[in-house]
């Protein structure tokens, strides 16, 4: 047997930015997804998730696999492997895999996908494919648009499989370019605060919100002869906005464009070590995807509201696709105790059920 793990992750800013031609700058983290891998000489395998033991085992064909409600949670990995199927990658045998996962699910940390990486790479290695890890990583979001059917962007996907130690990426989702910047967040750690919200309906809101930006995009292809909300300026949005009829759609849109600006201002002061600024912009992003994009609801806006009162906070926001899941606040080391008790005791007063925190640690992306 082989083991293998696959990071969860944060997104520091650069917020439904993805699929709409923009940048974004999230990191691998600690927390994650392993596997155990034993080869069978069939062309069936068998996956059993030591987290969900109440599923069982689940078992399926290596060719032809198609999604079923029966599979639950097993469609992820699945869908991987039909995707590389798809691709000409088809399997000679199947596999018995074991799952371990310390990620919160469904906390908006991409425990979806930790586990399309994770198989990606468990196949690639194991059948000797020799495919490098922006193509894993591009198949992986492929199982979660098609197989899966939630329309997602790179981001996740991107995160998991190129995650470094200590960096943040700044990947431009336009043309996948990417590099990496090294974090050094002057005596603050990243805490991650979990809303602990059942996730319900993301997906339907996740992909409307995409629709309307698509639709304002088309609008404003009209008049500017562009391929993505990426590539506008914020002066060049705001002197064409009125193009777009719809008033919800230009909100989403005008998010889009300042988020991506937002990003590019954020990294560039963090690497000038302005990590003021850089919290400065993380507080405009979540204003921003409350106000404009409207992705966030009672239980983020609590925590990042409550996170701003804080002494030792330099910035708080909601991170992932939003709705539940969690916020990611950049604060002093000395102040996390105060910073944990005081957000637990006023979120739980005001929603009726207590947040979790993590401290994060920001680790390499997926491997053997
Ligand atoms: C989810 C999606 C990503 C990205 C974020 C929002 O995590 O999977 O592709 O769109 O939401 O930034």
Redesign the pocket.
């Known amino acids: 047997t082989h083991a293998y793990f696959s990071p969860g992750r944060v997104?520091l800013i650069?917020?439904?930015?993805?699929?709409n031609g923009g940048h974004?700058f999230p990191c691998a983290i600690s927390l994650g997804t392993y596997a155990l891998v034993a080869p069978r000489t069939d062309g069936v395998s068998r996956l059993y998730s030591m987290n969900l033991p109440e599923q069982g085992v689940v078992e399926f064909p290596m060719h032809g696999a198609v999604k079923t409600d029966a599979y639950g949670w097993a469609n992820y990995p699945i869908g991987v492997v039909r995707m590389m199927e798809d691709a000409g990658h088809a399997a000679a045998h199947g596999f018995d895999i074991l799952f371990y996962g310390n990620l919160p699910n469904g906390a908006?940390l991409?425990s979806s996908?930790s586990i399309e990486v994770l198989m990606a790479v468990i196949l690639n290695d194991e059948l000797g494919l020799g495919i490098d890890m922006v193509e894993l990583v591009k198949l992986a979001q492929k199982a979660e648009n098609i197989f899966v059917g939630?329309n997602?962007?790179?981001?996740?996907q991107f995160a998991v499989g190129m995650g470094k130690k200590d960096c943040a990426i700044l990947l431009d989702c336009n043309t996948l370019a990417y590099r990496y910047s090294k974090l050094d967040l002057k005596g603050c750690s990243i805490v991650i605060t979990n809303t602990n919200k059942a996730h319900s309906l993301v997906t339907s809101a996740?992909n409307e919100r995409r629709m309307q930006s698509e639709a304002a995009l088309k609008a404003l292809q009209k008049v500017k002869a562009i391929q993505s909300l990426g590539e506008l300026t914020d002066a060049e949005f705001d002197e064409n906005a009125a193009v777009i009829e719809d008033e919800v759609e230009r909100r989403r849109a005008r998010h889009a464009v300042y988020e991506n600006r937002r990003t590019l201002e954020a990294v560039d002061a963090l690497e000038k070590n302005d990590v003021k600024r850089f919290g400065a912009l993380m507080n405009d992003s979540h204003v921003s995807l409350r106000d404009d994009y409207e992705v966030t609801g009672p239980e983020l806006d609590t925590l990042a509201e409550l996170a701003w009162q804080q002494e030792g906070v330099l910035g708080s926001r909601m991170t992932?696709?939003?709705f539940a899941g969690c916020t990611v606040s950049i604060v002093r080391d000395e102040a996390i105790p105060a910073f944990e008790k005081n957000v637990a005791e006023a979120y739980t007063a005001k929603i009726g059920y207590a947040p979790s925190f993590y401290v994060a640690n920001i680790a390499d992306g997926a491997r053997r």
């Open positions: 997104n650069g917020e439904h930015t993805d699929y974004v908006g991409s996908a939630m997602c962007g790179i981001m996740d996740y992932g696709g939003g």
